[in-house]
Nanobody, 122 residues
Framework: VQLQASGGGLVQAGDSLRLSCAASGRTFSNWLMGWFRQAPGKEHEFVAAMRRSNLDYANSVKGRFTISRDDGKNTVYLQMSSLKAEDTAVYYC??????????????????WGQGTQVTVSS
């Protein structure tokens, strides 16, 4: 299983950006797919996750970020809007084959992408 994250970049506060996570090696339609981020000097932070029709978001991104997936392309997206300077971080996608526990815990994910840098200038 491989996850390839892309779409990061340098944007201004208030801008939008869409991250993609292309998965390969399996059929991911029933998998838990998540996004985490790590800002400089900080721990990894849960951002968003989805499994089937169940979605979950961190409070800090609710109403601004949207997670979605295209199972035909084995790709998960993170649409980020109204970006703030505090959203600056390396964003990682993660995956697990089926799951019914907390989507927020890093330890609950088995596979990770390489990360993509998002920088928001204020």
């Amino acid at each position: 299983v491989q996850l390839q994250a892309s779409g990061g970049g340098l944007v201004q506060a208030g801008d939008s950006l869409r991250l993609s996570c292309a998965a390969s090696g399996r059929t991911f339609s029933n998998w838990l797919m998540g996004w985490f981020r790590q800002a400089p000097g900080k721990e990894h932070e849960f951002v968003a996750a989805m499994r089937r029709s169940n979605l979950d978001y961190a409070n800090s991104v609710k109403g601004r970020f949207t997670i979605s997936r295209d199972d035909g392309k084995n790709t998960v997206y993170l649409q980020m809007s109204s970006l703030k300077a505090e959203d600056t971080a390396v964003y990682y996608c993660a995956a697990r084959s089926g799951f019914s526990g907390s989507y927020h815990l890093i330890a609950n994910y088995d596979y990770w992408g390489q990360g993509t840098q998002v920088t928001v200038s204020s």
